[in-house]
């Protein structure tokens, strides 16, 4: 109840304010369980992605989201349950395995299920290396995958950045259903995996127009973050 609340609220206020655009939100299944997986951008997709669909949209977030202290926590909490944001541990391991059993249990209710494959978000505005999770949960809930690119909410907010930019309108672009039947049964197979999250990020650079980046996001920030180190 509470999304929809927020949501009642929230979307008349930004579409006012910053004019965000989508394409092909009929692309969405209006029923039944439904992957969303998309580029992440900015802390702005959270808004930005969701709230032009006339459907929930559940999506899978660090724990630290749910874990602050003082006002600051109390409202982080809030926010992201308001939004719909299940909290998972994502150290690895085990915790990788939780984070997929959750999702499998969204995606059971008939539900939307967003996620992000890069795993964290681009620290350049590039599209980088997808997880394989994604794939692990469209084979094994055989679920619709829609990929889901975000436009301009880099520029408009990159990381770091705690406020946005205005002038620079928001997008999203929703795409046609992968078809990825053919591989059904073959779960545990993880070149069968790497090929499925491969063919999802390849369709979110086309819907996106990013430029690929063959590594994960957190290598890329890592080397980023050192260059700066040895740059001072």
Do not use: C
């Amino acid at each position: 109840m509470f999304y929809w609340v927020v949501k009642a609220i929230l979307w008349p206020f930004l579409h006012f304010v910053f004019r965000p655009w989508a394409e092909g939100v009929d692309n969405v299944p209006k029923e039944g369980p439904v992957i969303l997986a998309g580029n992440h951008l900015s802390f702005a997709d959270h808004f930005f992605g969701a709230l032009p669909l006339p459907r929930k949209v559940i999506s899978l977030g660090k724990a630290e989201y749910f874990t602050g202290n003082g006002l600051k926590g109390l409202f982080s909490r809030a926010f992201f349950s308001g939004v719909g944001t299940v909290p998972i541990d994502r150290s690895g391991g085990k915790a990788s395995e939780a984070a997929l059993r959750t999702g499998l249990r969204v995606l059971r209710e008939n539900r939307v299920l967003g996620i992000y494959p890069e795993g964290t978000r681009s620290p350049d505005g590039r599209l980088y290396k997808g997880k394989t999770g994604v794939a692990r949960l469209a084979l094994e809930s055989r679920a619709p995958v829609i990929p889901w690119a975000m436009v301009n909410t880099f520029e408009m907010m990159p990381p770091g950045r705690p406020f946005p930019r205005f002038g620079i309108r928001p997008g999203v672009r929703y795409g046609k259903p992968l078809d990825f039947s053919r591989f059904y049964g073959m779960e545990n197979d993880r070149l069968v995996l790497r090929a499925v999250t491969d063919e999802i990020m390849y369709a979110l650079m086309e819907l996106s127009g990013q430029e690929y980046v063959d590594k994960y996001a957190a290598t890329a920030k890592v080397e980023l973050a050192r260059a700066a180190r040895e740059k001072a």
